[in-house]
C-alpha cells in the first residue's frame, strides 16, 4: 500500500500527464486552423466579355429545288421520215435553231396540187365575174333577163367561196411543209433525242427531246404557314420582297455566287404538309472557261430539278444584342449563360436566343447590354461561386465577327 507521499506524487504525475495532452491538442488545432486557411483556393479566374449589340444579317433557311423557268417537250406536228437530227444530244441550242429536218417531197407535191387547184379556181372566177358583168349590161337594155343575171350571180359567188377554200388548202399545206423542219421555241439545253434518221414520226410518237431552259431559273421553297406568318410580319412594314434576297447553297456545300429575288408566293396552303410555296428567280450563268469565255458547250452550276438549301436574307442589317456562340450552354432547363455581377460572383441567367452562328449568337431575351458574361473558363464555374474575372484569351471562342 502506497504512502501518502506516493500517492500525492502520482496524483501530481497524472494532472500533468493531463495538462501536457490538452496542450498539445490546443497547438494542434491552432496549426491545423492554420493550415486550413492556408490550403483555401482562390476564385477561379474567367474571362469575361460585355454583352453589346451588333450589326447582324437576319436569315432564314429552308429546303428548296430549282425548276427551269422554260421546258418544252419537242413533239411532230405531221407523219414523216426522219432525214436528219441537227443537234447533238446536251448540247445548248437557240430560239429558232433547226433540230429535226423531215422529208418534204410528199409535202411540196401536196403544196404544188393545192396551188394548182387555187389557181384553176382563180381562172373560174375570173370567167364567173365577166359573165356576171355581161349579164348585168344586158339588164339595161330590153334584151336583158333577171334569170340570166341571177345564175351568173351565183355561178360566181359559188367559184368565190371555192377559191377561199382552194387559197386555205394551199394554207395548210405550207403549213404542213413547214413542219417538216422542225426548230427550237426557246433558248435552253436540249436532252438526249429519242428518234434517230431513217424513223417515221408522227404526232403520236410522243416527245422526241426535251429543251430546258437555262438562264434565269427558279428556286421552289415550302414555307410553314407560322414561318410566312413570321416572315410576314417582319418583312412587309420594310418593303416584302424588296427587303429580302436569296442565297443557296448547292448539294457540295459551296455558297452559290449569285443571288436571287423573291418573285412568287402560292396562293393555296398545302393541306397535307401545312405549307406555302414561296419562288424566287436566280441568275444561271455560264462557267467561263481559260479564256474567260463560256466555251463552246457552256456548263452552268444550276440544273432543273437540284437539290439546294435556300437562305432567305434582309437586305439591310439589324442590331440586335450578341455575345460569342462559345458562352451558350444548354441544359434540360434551356439555354443559358454564365454572368458575373457587381460582387465578382457568377450568376446563370436563362436566356432566349435568336440566330446563330459558329461563331456568334444573338440574344432575344433574358441578358442585358453591358453586363458580362463568362466566356471562358465556364467549365470551373457554379451558380453563387465567387470568380475573378478579367479579358479573355484572344482566339476563336471570343470572335466578335458578324455573319454577312
Known sequence: MLSLKDQRTSRVAFAGKILFSFGLFFALSQ???????????????VGVLKAV????????EFNGRIQAINRVDIV?????????????????????????????PPFEADLDAKKAVADQMQAQLQNANAALDRAQTLMKGPAGLQSTLDSALATQRS????????????????????YTEITSPIDGKIGRTAITPGNVVSPGSGTLVTIVGQ?????????????LLALRDQYVPKGGFNAVVIRLTLPDGHVYNQTGKLTFADNTVQTATDTITLRATIANPAILD?????????????????????????????????????????????????????????????????????????????LKEGELVVVEGIQRVHAGQLVSPGPPTPGPSTSSSVPK
Open 76 to 104: 411532230a406536228r405531221v407523219t414523216a421520215y426522219v432525214e436528219k437530227v441537227a443537234f447533238k444530244d446536251g448540247q445548248e441550242v437557240k430560239k429558232g435553231d433547226l433540230l429535226y429536218q423531215l422529208e418534204q
Open 290 to 366: 481559260s479564256a474567260n469565255k463560256p466555251g463552246q458547250n457552256p456548263v452552268r452550276e444550276l440544273t432543273d430539278g437540284e437539290f439546294v438549301t435556300v437562305d432567305l436574307e434582309g437586305v439591310e442589317p439589324v442590331e440586335v444584342l450578341s455575345i460569342p456562340r462559345s458562352a451558350v450552354l444548354t441544359d434540360q432547363r434551356g439555354d443559358y449563360v454564365y454572368v458575373v455581377d457587381a460582387d465578382n460572383k457568377a450568376q446563370r441567367r436563362d436566356i432566349q436566343l435568336g440566330q446563330s452562328t459558329p461563331a456568334d449568337a444573338s440574344i432575344l431575351g433574358g
Open 215 to 227: 438562264d434565269p431559273m427558279y428556286v421552289l421553297f415550302p414555307v410553314s404557314v407560322r414561318t
Open 159 to 178: 367559184y368565190q367561196a371555192q377559191l377561199l377554200g382552194a387559197q386555205a388548202s394551199v394554207k395548210q399545206s405550207e403549213i404542213n411543209l413547214g
Open 31 to 45: 496549426n491545423s486552423s492554420a493550415l486550413a486557411q492556408v490550403a483555401a483556393p482562390p476564385p477561379p479566374a
Open 53 to 60: 449589340k451588333k450589326p447582324i444579317t437576319e436569315k432564314d
